[in-house]
């Protein structure tokens, strides 16, 4: 991910670096270029316009101008403002110490959710907890059967009431089953939905009633376009989530869907997933990732030559 | 709720503030459409056409404007659009697509559709890879009443993908389709994979027609394109399926690849149900965009 939004990025800033003085027009065509290769990288449009407007704005201002290197100080400026794009500072899962600690997953069809279920369930074992996956997916033909043979593969059990029960009752059920049997994590897989279904995400919001989640986490796919914002927007609103797991990462789309999410919901990434194997989850640094992104160690040579 | 700001209002918007067809109206213009994701390649080519259609055309009002992109667009669809259904020849359908886009799904609602037409349908699961892949095809075949060849997980999908050839030439079946597991078109060994189930059909069933659809997912982004080309690149895609429509992102990411690929659109998925697959249809798609 996010090679290729690099290299097209360094390519449109290049041209400004050997530029002695620059003019407003110079500025006007090496953005044009950014903003096209943050659109090509499906950074969201308004994300990318708020982005290009602020850092026109700046390399306009005296502090280019009038300094004997502007094309660096306009490299130095597209970088201040993606790190501040995609926050800073990793943000760590919240576990209750005394308590039992509750997640609930969700997100659209097919983002991954069942498989981080699994996948987180076994990095938290492996920090000494008593995970408990609870199999709230009653629509998907065979989600239940995929959960256990998920659970069984990191050793994690899962509570199911088959799908012929409401998933609020399930998620209740597992409550009681958690504390009855000394689990200290419980994470729950829900269905697959779209933002725009009513009722499936009423469902969520019971559930949340219910169980009042240390966390909620959004899973969305690195590979959407354009609609991620409004999917994430709209999880945000009926849930108010607390985290963004970013999935299919080992693939080669250029991650503008992370480039946006921060900015838009203000909720942080936790942690991306990068394969299909349960050893398969890092945990998401914003600032390593907006170097990434710049390919910063070219960055920085760039600016050092000033 | 549905609050989503459709097409044609952003442009109705855009042409109530403009009444020229100036460049800032082009320019705006091109935001809309990069926001449905046609990239940024296809956006410029429909400003260029709508430029050149204007001088044309002689159109001053931006009123004018909606009819020439969706003309434009619907013949960008329609030129690769060809019949495929004259021939009386057994036929395979080859599934293939990145993770969870919908693959198994689209499986399930096509079969349940040819089995209605009052053919035969086998279905292969040589997804052998992800937990319960085989499950839930089992359900989807049982649903739509076809047979189904598989083998337990783990197992070697090319040796699926063989013994249901077989069955489909011994049972004279109509139509084989065969499900295959999700996978990134980055991954060479898993696309290594999937050449050698594609040779296998070629090699073990050459008289029958072979189809190799590609399934997108609506909301994909610009990656879509980059699918669509290594894929076709491992094992020829004939038909794209486009899934998801029901949310919504429109599918924009369709029209580079129709375009630069020249591969049309077969079915479109709008939904988990069992008969949520409709027929392509380029004006109806287009017009979706624009409602
Ligand atoms: N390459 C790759 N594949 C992934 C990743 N995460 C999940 N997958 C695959 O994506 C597909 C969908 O994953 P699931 O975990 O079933 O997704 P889900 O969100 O539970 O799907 P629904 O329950 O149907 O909504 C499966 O083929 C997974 O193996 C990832 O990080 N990388
Ligand atoms: N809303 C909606 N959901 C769909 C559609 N098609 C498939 N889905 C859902 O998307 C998820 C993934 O579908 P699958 O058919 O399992 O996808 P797949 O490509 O076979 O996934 P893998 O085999 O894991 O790569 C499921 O939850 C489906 O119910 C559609 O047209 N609309
Ligand atoms: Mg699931
Ligand atoms: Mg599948």
Redesign the pocket.
């Known amino acids: 991910m996010f090679e290729n939004l690099s290299d097209k990025l360094q390519n449109a800033l290049q041209k400004l670096k050997g530029k002695g003085k620059l003019t407003e027009k110079d500025i006007d065509l090496a953005m044009k270029e950014v903003k096209m290769s943050l659109l090509e990288a499906d950074v969201n449009f308004k994300v990318v316009k708020t982005f290009i407007n602020s850092v026109k704005e700046r390399s306009l201002g005296s502090e280019v101008m009038e300094s004997l290197t502007p094309g660096q100080q306009v490299v130095k400026i597209v970088h201040e403002e993606l790190v501040k794009i995609m926050g800073q500072g990793e943000s760590k899962l919240k576990i209750n110490s005394n308590d039992i600690t509750y997640f609930m997953m969700c997100?659209?069809?097919?983002?991954?959710?069942?498989?981080?279920t699994g996948k987180l369930a076994r990095k938290l074992k492996k920090d000494g907890k008593r995970p408990l996956l609870v199999a709230c997916?009653i629509y998907?033909p065979a989600?239940i059967k995929?959960l256990q043979v998920v659970g069984a593969s990191v050793d994690v059990p899962v509570f199911e009431m088959g799908d012929k029960t409401n998933p609020v009752t399930i998620a209740k059920e597992a409550m009681k089953h958690a504390m009855k049997h000394g689990h200290d994590i419980v994470i729950i897989?829900t269905?697959?939905r779209l933002h725009i279904d009513d009722s499936l995400m009423e469902e969520l919001v019971e559930i949340k009633q219910t169980v009042k989640p240390d966390e909620i986490l959004l899973?969305l796919d690195a590979m959407t376009g354009q609609d991620a914002v409004k999917v994430a927007e709209t999880f945000n609103q009926y849930l108010d989530i607390t985290g963004v797991i970013l999935?299919?990462?080992?693939?080669d789309a250029r991650g503008g869907a992370a480039l946006s999410i921060r900015n838009v919901v203000d909720k942080p990434i936790k942690f991306l997933?990068?394969?299909?194997k349960m050893d398969?989850l890092e945990t998401f640094h914003p600032d390593r990732m907006a170097s990434r992104i710049l390919g910063m160690g070219d960055v920085l040579s760039i600016i050092e030559k000033a | 709720s549905k609050t989503k700001k459709n097409l044609t209002e952003q442009i109705e918007s855009i042409v109530f503030r403009h009444r020229k067809i100036d460049d800032d109206f082009l320019e705006e213009l091109e935001e809309i459409l990069i926001t449905s994701d046609m990239g940024v390649e296809t956006t410029m080519d429909i400003i260029e056409y709508i430029k050149t259609e204007t001088r044309k055309r002689n159109l001053t009002d931006t009123s004018e404007i909606k009819d020439v992109i969706k003309e434009y667009l619907i013949n960008m669809l329609e030129e690769n659009d060809e019949d495929n259904d004259t021939e009386n020849k057994q036929r395979v359908i080859l599934i293939v697509g990145v993770?969870?886009v919908g693959k198994t799904t689209s499986i399930g609602k096509i079969a349940y559709r040819i089995k209605q037409s009052g053919k035969s349908v086998i279905v292969a699961a040589a997804d052998t890879f992800?937990a319960a892949a085989v499950e839930q095809l089992k359900e989807w075949c049982l649903r739509a009443g076809v047979d189904i060849i598989a083998s337990e997980q783990g197992s070697d999908p090319g040796s699926v993908i063989f013994d249901a050839v077989n069955a489909a030439k011994a049972r004279k079946t109509d139509v084989l389709i065969c499900d295959t597991?999700?996978r990134?078109h980055n991954k060479k060994n898993l696309m290594n994979e999937l050449s050698k189930i594609f040779k296998i059909i070629d090699r073990e069933f050459g008289e029958a027609k072979l189809d190799v659809y590609l399934v997108i997912d609506a909301t994909t982004g610009q990656n879509g394109l980059i699918q669509a080309k290594l894929f076709s690149e491992t094992c020829s895609i004939n038909g794209l399926i486009l899934t998801k429509l029901d949310g919504t992102a429109k599918g924009g990411i369709a029209f580079p690849i129709v375009n630069e690929l020249k591969i049309p659109i077969k079915y479109i998925g709008v939904g988990e149900k069992i008969d949520d697959l409709q027929d392509f249809n380029a004006t109806d798609f287009v017009n979706a965009i624009f409602e």
């Open positions: 997100g659209l069809q097919g983002a991954g959710k069942t498989t981080a997916d998907r989600a995929q897989d269905a697959g899973l999935t299919k990462v080992d693939g997933s990068v394969g299909e398969q | 993770n969870g992800r597991a999700g990134l």
